[in-house]
Protein backbone atom coordinates (compact mmCIF):
# COMPACT_ATOMS: atom_id res chain seq x y z
CA UNK A 1 0.00 0.00 0.00
CA UNK A 2 1.36 3.39 -0.73
CA UNK A 3 1.60 5.81 1.63
CA UNK A 4 1.69 9.70 1.11
CA UNK A 5 4.91 10.86 1.38
CA UNK A 6 5.42 14.45 3.85
CA UNK A 7 5.04 17.25 1.77
CA UNK A 8 4.34 20.65 3.49
CA UNK A 9 1.00 21.13 2.57
CA UNK A 10 -0.73 24.27 4.16
CA UNK A 11 -4.24 24.04 4.39
CA UNK A 12 -7.27 26.42 5.63
CA UNK A 13 -10.29 25.95 6.52
CA UNK A 14 -13.18 28.42 6.74
CA UNK A 15 -16.44 28.57 7.54
CA UNK A 16 -18.81 31.10 5.51
CA UNK A 17 -20.69 33.49 7.57
CA UNK A 18 -21.12 31.00 10.19
CA UNK A 19 -21.76 32.32 13.88
CA UNK A 20 -19.38 31.34 16.31
CA UNK A 21 -21.18 28.51 18.14
CA UNK A 22 -22.35 27.21 15.12
CA UNK A 23 -20.37 24.12 13.95
CA UNK A 24 -18.22 20.70 15.08
CA UNK A 25 -15.39 21.45 17.28
CA UNK A 26 -11.82 19.36 16.69
CA UNK A 27 -11.64 17.57 19.82
CA UNK A 28 -9.03 14.24 19.12
CA UNK A 29 -6.22 13.68 16.54
CA UNK A 30 -4.42 11.25 16.07
CA UNK A 31 -1.44 10.65 13.54
CA UNK A 32 0.68 7.20 12.52
CA UNK A 33 -0.48 3.45 12.90
CA UNK A 34 -3.93 3.99 14.36
CA UNK A 35 -7.40 2.88 13.36
CA UNK A 36 -10.91 3.97 14.43
CA UNK A 37 -13.96 2.55 15.62
CA UNK A 38 -17.10 4.13 15.90
CA UNK A 39 -20.72 2.60 16.49
CA UNK A 40 -24.30 3.63 18.19
CA UNK A 41 -26.86 2.55 19.81
CA UNK A 42 -30.06 3.41 21.85
CA UNK A 43 -33.47 1.74 22.85
CA UNK A 44 -36.94 2.06 24.14
CA UNK A 45 -35.50 0.00 27.04
CA UNK A 46 -32.48 1.02 29.83
CA UNK A 47 -29.85 -1.08 28.46
CA UNK A 48 -28.37 -2.03 25.32
CA UNK A 49 -25.50 -2.95 24.05
CA UNK A 50 -22.58 -1.02 21.78
CA UNK A 51 -19.81 -1.90 20.12
CA UNK A 52 -16.23 -1.60 19.63
CA UNK A 53 -14.59 -2.83 16.35
CA UNK A 54 -10.36 -3.44 16.86
CA UNK A 55 -8.60 -6.37 15.40
CA UNK A 56 -5.96 -8.65 17.33
CA UNK A 57 -2.76 -7.08 18.82
CA UNK A 58 -3.97 -3.68 18.68
CA UNK A 59 -4.04 -1.94 21.91
CA UNK A 60 -6.57 1.15 23.01
CA UNK A 61 -4.99 4.67 22.59
CA UNK A 62 -8.59 6.68 23.69
CA UNK A 63 -12.28 6.00 23.57
CA UNK A 64 -15.10 7.88 24.27
CA UNK A 65 -19.13 7.52 25.23
CA UNK A 66 -21.68 10.65 23.89
CA UNK A 67 -24.99 10.44 25.04
CA UNK A 68 -27.21 12.41 23.09
CA UNK A 69 -30.01 14.11 24.79
CA UNK A 70 -34.14 15.73 23.96
CA UNK A 71 -35.96 18.36 25.28
CA UNK A 72 -34.62 18.17 28.78
CA UNK A 73 -31.40 19.21 28.52
CA UNK A 74 -29.47 17.43 31.36
CA UNK A 75 -26.77 14.99 31.82
CA UNK A 76 -28.06 11.86 32.44
CA UNK A 77 -26.50 9.02 34.57
CA UNK A 78 -24.94 5.95 32.11
CA UNK A 79 -23.34 2.96 32.93
CA UNK A 80 -20.84 1.48 30.97
CA UNK A 81 -20.40 -2.10 31.51
CA UNK A 82 -21.84 -1.41 35.34
CA UNK A 83 -19.43 1.08 35.80
CA UNK A 84 -20.69 4.54 36.12
CA UNK A 85 -19.26 7.26 34.24
CA UNK A 86 -18.69 11.28 34.39
CA UNK A 87 -19.89 13.48 31.76
CA UNK A 88 -18.22 16.74 30.64
CA UNK A 89 -19.68 20.14 29.76
CA UNK A 90 -22.72 19.67 26.91
CA UNK A 91 -22.66 20.62 23.76
CA UNK A 92 -26.72 22.20 23.69
CA UNK A 93 -28.01 23.99 20.58
CA UNK A 94 -31.10 26.33 20.70
CA UNK A 95 -33.65 23.46 19.41
CA UNK A 96 -33.61 21.35 22.82
CA UNK A 97 -31.08 18.95 21.33
CA UNK A 98 -27.61 18.09 22.34
CA UNK A 99 -25.17 16.00 23.57
CA UNK A 100 -21.67 15.15 26.06
CA UNK A 101 -19.24 12.86 26.15
CA UNK A 102 -17.16 10.87 28.67
CA UNK A 103 -13.33 9.49 28.78
CA UNK A 104 -14.29 5.54 28.80
CA UNK A 105 -10.58 4.64 28.02
CA UNK A 106 -9.17 2.86 30.73
CA UNK A 107 -12.72 0.49 30.36
CA UNK A 108 -12.54 -0.13 26.71
CA UNK A 109 -8.86 -0.79 27.30
CA UNK A 110 -9.27 -3.28 30.16
CA UNK A 111 -11.48 -5.01 27.85
CA UNK A 112 -9.82 -5.06 24.26
CA UNK A 113 -5.85 -4.86 25.13
CA UNK A 114 -4.45 -8.90 25.04
CA UNK A 115 -8.02 -9.32 23.42
CA UNK A 116 -9.25 -11.60 20.46
CA UNK A 117 -9.72 -9.14 18.18
CA UNK A 118 -12.70 -8.51 16.29
CA UNK A 119 -15.79 -7.19 17.91
CA UNK A 120 -15.90 -6.35 22.05
CA UNK A 121 -19.88 -5.73 23.23
CA UNK A 122 -20.16 -2.97 25.78
CA UNK A 123 -23.38 -2.82 27.97
CA UNK A 124 -24.83 0.66 28.36
CA UNK A 125 -27.49 1.34 30.75
CA UNK A 126 -29.69 4.79 30.91
CA UNK A 127 -31.19 6.34 33.94
CA UNK A 128 -32.80 9.00 32.08
CA UNK A 129 -35.87 9.55 30.72
CA UNK A 130 -34.22 12.33 27.91
CA UNK A 131 -31.94 9.93 25.90
CA UNK A 132 -31.63 9.28 22.24
CA UNK A 133 -28.79 7.23 22.09
CA UNK A 134 -25.33 6.75 22.60
CA UNK A 135 -22.20 7.07 20.52
CA UNK A 136 -19.26 5.13 20.85
CA UNK A 137 -15.56 6.18 19.54
CA UNK A 138 -12.40 3.82 19.93
CA UNK A 139 -8.87 4.72 18.56
CA UNK A 140 -6.85 1.55 18.61
CA UNK A 141 -2.49 1.52 17.23
CA UNK A 142 -2.08 -1.33 15.52
CA UNK A 143 1.25 -1.52 13.83
CA UNK A 144 0.30 -3.25 10.99
CA UNK A 145 -1.53 -0.35 9.43
CA UNK A 146 0.11 2.16 7.42
CA UNK A 147 0.47 6.03 8.27
CA UNK A 148 -2.76 7.45 9.04
CA UNK A 149 -4.67 10.81 10.16
CA UNK A 150 -7.57 10.72 12.45
CA UNK A 151 -9.56 13.52 13.52
CA UNK A 152 -12.64 13.30 15.95
CA UNK A 153 -15.14 16.50 15.97
CA UNK A 154 -17.76 17.10 18.22
CA UNK A 155 -20.37 20.02 19.32
CA UNK A 156 -23.71 20.65 17.52
CA UNK A 157 -24.75 21.90 14.33
CA UNK A 158 -25.93 25.45 13.23
CA UNK A 159 -29.65 25.74 12.43
CA UNK A 160 -28.60 27.98 9.23
CA UNK A 161 -25.86 25.43 7.57
CA UNK A 162 -21.99 25.35 6.95
CA UNK A 163 -19.86 25.19 4.30
CA UNK A 164 -15.89 25.18 4.54
CA UNK A 165 -13.52 25.30 1.99
CA UNK A 166 -10.16 23.60 2.29
CA UNK A 167 -7.48 24.80 -0.07
CA UNK A 168 -3.76 22.95 -0.30
CA UNK A 169 -0.52 24.42 -1.28
CA UNK A 170 -0.10 20.99 -2.61
CA UNK A 171 -2.49 18.91 -5.54
CA UNK A 172 -4.10 15.78 -4.34
CA UNK A 173 -3.59 12.56 -5.25
CA UNK A 174 -6.73 10.32 -4.81
CA UNK A 175 -5.49 7.62 -7.59
CA UNK A 176 -2.60 6.77 -4.78
CA UNK A 177 -2.80 3.42 -4.00
CA UNK A 178 -4.82 2.45 -0.97
CA UNK A 179 -6.13 6.50 -0.77
CA UNK A 180 -8.70 6.38 2.10
CA UNK A 181 -10.96 9.05 2.74
CA UNK A 182 -13.59 7.39 4.98
CA UNK A 183 -16.12 10.15 6.53
CA UNK A 184 -18.80 9.27 9.34
CA UNK A 185 -21.71 11.26 11.13
CA UNK A 186 -23.52 11.11 14.70
CA UNK A 187 -27.04 12.29 14.71
CA UNK A 188 -29.47 12.77 16.88
CA UNK A 189 -33.48 12.56 17.00
CA UNK A 190 -33.45 11.89 13.66
CA UNK A 191 -36.29 9.71 12.06
CA UNK A 192 -39.39 9.21 9.56
CA UNK A 193 -38.31 11.27 6.61
CA UNK A 194 -36.06 13.80 8.61
CA UNK A 195 -33.08 14.14 6.95
CA UNK A 196 -29.84 15.95 5.73
CA UNK A 197 -27.63 16.90 2.96
CA UNK A 198 -23.77 16.82 2.05
CA UNK A 199 -22.07 17.89 -0.89
CA UNK A 200 -18.60 17.85 -1.78
CA UNK A 201 -16.90 19.76 -4.08
CA UNK A 202 -20.35 20.62 -5.46
CA UNK A 203 -21.72 16.91 -6.07
CA UNK A 204 -24.01 16.21 -3.31
CA UNK A 205 -23.21 13.17 -1.82
CA UNK A 206 -26.08 12.12 -0.05
CA UNK A 207 -29.74 14.13 0.52
CA UNK A 208 -30.97 11.43 3.37
CA UNK A 209 -28.53 11.55 5.92
CA UNK A 210 -30.56 10.61 9.05
CA UNK A 211 -32.87 8.18 10.78
CA UNK A 212 -32.88 5.61 13.50
CA UNK A 213 -30.44 3.35 12.00
CA UNK A 214 -28.86 2.49 15.64
CA UNK A 215 -32.08 2.72 17.17
CA UNK A 216 -35.13 -0.11 17.84
CA UNK A 217 -38.36 1.69 17.79
CA UNK A 218 -39.70 4.71 16.09
CA UNK A 219 -39.46 6.72 19.89
CA UNK A 220 -37.49 9.85 20.96
CA UNK A 221 -35.53 7.89 23.39
CA UNK A 222 -34.22 5.44 20.33
CA UNK A 223 -33.60 8.18 17.58
CA UNK A 224 -29.72 7.43 16.93
CA UNK A 225 -27.93 7.09 14.11
CA UNK A 226 -23.61 6.63 14.25
CA UNK A 227 -21.79 5.55 10.90
CA UNK A 228 -20.03 2.78 12.11
CA UNK A 229 -17.63 -0.16 11.05
CA UNK A 230 -20.13 -2.26 10.68
CA UNK A 231 -21.73 -0.29 8.27
CA UNK A 232 -20.80 -0.52 4.34
CA UNK A 233 -20.04 3.01 2.92
CA UNK A 234 -23.56 4.44 2.08
CA UNK A 235 -23.76 4.61 -1.64
CA UNK A 236 -23.66 7.57 -3.99
CA UNK A 237 -27.10 9.56 -3.53
CA UNK A 238 -28.88 6.43 -1.30
CA UNK A 239 -32.34 6.26 -0.63
CA UNK A 240 -33.05 6.97 3.12
CA UNK A 241 -32.66 3.44 3.90
CA UNK A 242 -29.36 3.10 2.61
CA UNK A 243 -27.65 6.11 4.08
CA UNK A 244 -25.81 4.63 7.15
CA UNK A 245 -23.98 8.03 7.70
CA UNK A 246 -20.57 6.49 6.43
CA UNK A 247 -19.06 7.71 2.98
CA UNK A 248 -15.99 7.45 0.94
CA UNK A 249 -15.10 10.99 -0.42
CA UNK A 250 -12.73 10.03 -2.40
CA UNK A 251 -14.77 10.00 -5.36
CA UNK A 252 -15.35 13.75 -4.85
CA UNK A 253 -11.56 14.32 -4.58
CA UNK A 254 -9.82 14.68 -8.80
CA UNK A 255 -6.06 14.41 -9.14
CA UNK A 256 -4.66 17.90 -9.07
CA UNK A 257 -7.19 19.36 -7.18
CA UNK A 258 -5.76 21.43 -4.33
CA UNK A 259 -9.01 22.46 -2.29
CA UNK A 260 -12.21 20.24 -0.91
CA UNK A 261 -15.14 22.23 -0.02
CA UNK A 262 -18.11 20.26 2.01
CA UNK A 263 -21.68 21.75 2.24
CA UNK A 264 -24.48 21.01 4.50
CA UNK A 265 -27.65 21.71 4.77
CA UNK A 266 -30.83 20.44 7.45
CA UNK A 267 -34.25 21.64 5.50
CA UNK A 268 -36.60 20.64 7.85
CA UNK A 269 -34.23 21.88 11.00
CA UNK A 270 -35.22 19.14 13.37
CA UNK A 271 -32.20 17.16 13.79
CA UNK A 272 -28.91 17.41 15.61
CA UNK A 273 -25.46 16.20 13.86
CA UNK A 274 -23.46 16.14 16.92
CA UNK A 275 -20.50 13.84 15.92
CA UNK A 276 -18.22 13.52 12.70
CA UNK A 277 -15.17 11.81 12.85
CA UNK A 278 -12.59 11.21 8.86
CA UNK A 279 -10.02 8.93 8.74
CA UNK A 280 -7.70 9.58 5.98
CA UNK A 281 -4.24 8.14 4.21
CA UNK A 282 -1.23 9.82 5.21
CA UNK A 283 0.47 12.30 7.92
CA UNK A 284 -1.43 15.19 8.59
CA UNK A 285 -1.79 17.77 12.00
CA UNK A 286 -4.70 19.67 12.21
CA UNK A 287 -3.75 23.02 14.05
CA UNK A 288 -7.22 25.19 15.80
CA UNK A 289 -6.91 28.71 16.42
CA UNK A 290 -6.02 29.66 19.49
CA UNK A 291 -9.33 30.74 20.35
CA UNK A 292 -12.01 28.37 20.39
CA UNK A 293 -14.09 29.46 18.02
CA UNK A 294 -15.16 26.55 15.63
CA UNK A 295 -16.52 29.39 12.47
CA UNK A 296 -12.92 29.33 11.61
CA UNK A 297 -10.41 26.67 11.82
CA UNK A 298 -6.83 26.58 10.55
CA UNK A 299 -5.15 23.27 9.26
CA UNK A 300 -1.29 22.27 8.97
CA UNK A 301 -1.81 18.97 6.86
CA UNK A 302 1.60 16.61 5.26
CA UNK A 303 0.64 14.44 2.97
CA UNK A 304 -3.14 14.43 2.51
CA UNK A 305 -5.18 17.50 3.79
CA UNK A 306 -8.00 16.80 5.95
CA UNK A 307 -11.53 18.12 5.67
CA UNK A 308 -13.06 19.65 8.60
CA UNK A 309 -17.16 19.06 8.58
CA UNK A 310 -19.73 21.30 9.90
CA UNK A 311 -23.25 20.72 10.11
CA UNK A 312 -26.62 22.26 10.78
CA UNK A 313 -29.03 21.65 13.48
CA UNK A 314 -32.54 21.28 13.27
CA UNK A 315 -36.02 21.17 15.69
CA UNK A 316 -37.21 18.75 17.09
CA UNK A 317 -39.89 16.88 15.04
CA UNK A 318 -42.86 15.30 16.82
CA UNK A 319 -42.40 11.29 16.51
CA UNK A 320 -43.82 9.47 13.67
Not at 130 to 135: A, H, K, P, R, T
Not at 162 to 174: E, I, K, V
Not at 290 to 306: C, D, H, R, Y
Request: proline share 4%; glycine share 12%; with cysteine.
Amino acid sequence: MRILTPVVAALALAAAAAPASASLNLFQQFVGSYGLSTDGGGSIGSTYTVNAFVPVGATVTGAWLYQANFFDLVTSPITLDGNALTFGPRFDNANGLGATRADVTALAAAKINGGAGGTYSFSVTEFGANVSGVGLVVVYSDPTLPTQTIAIMDGFSAVEGDTFTASFANALDPTAGGFVADFRLGINHSCCGQASTVAVNGTTITTVAGDLDDGDAVDNSALITVGGNDDAFSPFLPAYGDDHERYDISGQISLGDTSIKVDTLNPSTDDNIFLATFLVSGEGVIITPGVPEPATWAMLISGFGMVGFAARRRRVAAQA
